[in-house]
């Protein structure tokens, strides 16, 4: 995953593995999507693979584009995974292979957990709209989503954590967090441990500690980190993602305890380079 703030719009995709979005994912359609507000748009090129006829772009594959620039957005603006309760596709245009196409989404509605989206498709070169689609999504509540990865036997309790697996829930995240902030600091080898003191609902106790951390790039001032982060929401881990830069405030607004210096957060996920993890309930 790599969201992260473009001026003053958010790069928005939420899962690592995700077919539409995910960076790890080698099938994924590579939907790279940045929002402003209540918009979203995406530059994508339909890759080779998805031809259904002779030099065209198969129709399921578009309506998997139409879901996903939409669940995209719903998500985002929801602040929590939001799911698709319908959604649909009118064809306008033949879209042809290697015609990059530029996808457009909006909300045009939000009750309580529904948000009702319509979409377009525009061809780059001719401006015209290849494919419209328009959706409903419906906000899910973290536990309930929890209790999903769950019985898909995704869940903490069903993860094995021992040796760090990066293909885990946790690893993609990690994974995420640390190219969200490479770049911004240079590179050390830093080691997380990471404590799951309670499953339902899950307790996290991240344990960090690398050779020296600079806490303060522009100064030089250099710590060890050693932060707990206690019942830390997804809604917070959504937001500490799209807005890395405000990982300490966010978690400050969260209430979550954390011991060291929250302002090393930055510069310590910069860093951080493996992970251990343990489960100890
Ligand atoms: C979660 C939910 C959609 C809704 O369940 P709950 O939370 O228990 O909600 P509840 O039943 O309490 O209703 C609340 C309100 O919503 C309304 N309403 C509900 N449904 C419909 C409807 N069909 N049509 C019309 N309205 C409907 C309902 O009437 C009520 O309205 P009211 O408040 O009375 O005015 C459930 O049916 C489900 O899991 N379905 C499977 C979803 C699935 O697998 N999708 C595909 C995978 S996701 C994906 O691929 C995208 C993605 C990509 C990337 C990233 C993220 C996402």
Redesign the pocket.
């Known amino acids: 995953m790599s969201n992260s703030i473009a001026g003053d719009t958010t790069i928005v995709d ?1 899962y690592p593995r ?1 077919f ?1 979005c995910g960076s790890n994912n080698p099938a994924s359609m590579r939907i790279h999507a940045v929002r402003d507000g209540n918009r979203i748009t995406a530059d994508w090129l339909p890759p080779e693979t998805a031809e259904g006829g002779p030099g065209l772009v198969h129709g399921g594959y578009l309506a998997a584009a139409v ?2 620039i939409q ?2 957005l719903a ?1 985002s603006v929801a602040g929590v ?6 959604m649909s596709i009118q064809y306008r245009k033949p879209v042809l292979l290697g015609r990059p196409l530029t996808l457009e989404a909006e909300v045009t509605e939000q009750r ?3 948000l009702t989206l319509t979409m377009r498709a525009l061809d780059n070169e001719s401006g015209e709209a290849c494919f419209e689609g328009s959706g ?1 999504y ?1 906000a ?1 509540r973290s536990e ?1 989503w929890m209790s999903q990865m769950d019985k898909g036997g995704k869940s903490f309790s069903g993860m094995d954590f021992s040796n760090g697996d990066l293909s885990t829930f946790f690893g993609w995240h990690v994974r995420s967090l640390r190219e969200n902030y490479r770049g911004t600091a240079e590179s050390d080898s830093v080691t997380a441990r990471v404590e799951f003191a309670n499953l339902q609902p899950a307790q996290w106790v991240f344990r960090l500690d690398g050779p020296e951390l600079a806490i303060d790039p522009a100064t030089g001032a250099e710590a060890r980190v050693d932060i707990e982060i206690h019942s830390l929401g997804f809604n917070t881990w959504l937001a500490m993602l799209e807005r890395p830069e405000r990982a300490a405030d966010l978690l400050a607004e969260s209430g979550t305890r954390v011991h060291g210096e929250p302002g090393a957060l930055t510069t310590f996920f910069a860093q951080l380079s493996s992970t251990e993890t343990k489960v100890t309930e």
Do not use: F, N, Q, Y
């Open positions: 939420h995700c539409g879901d996903e669940a995209l998500s995974p939001a799911m698709t309760a319908t309580g957990r529904k409903l419906i899910v309930v």
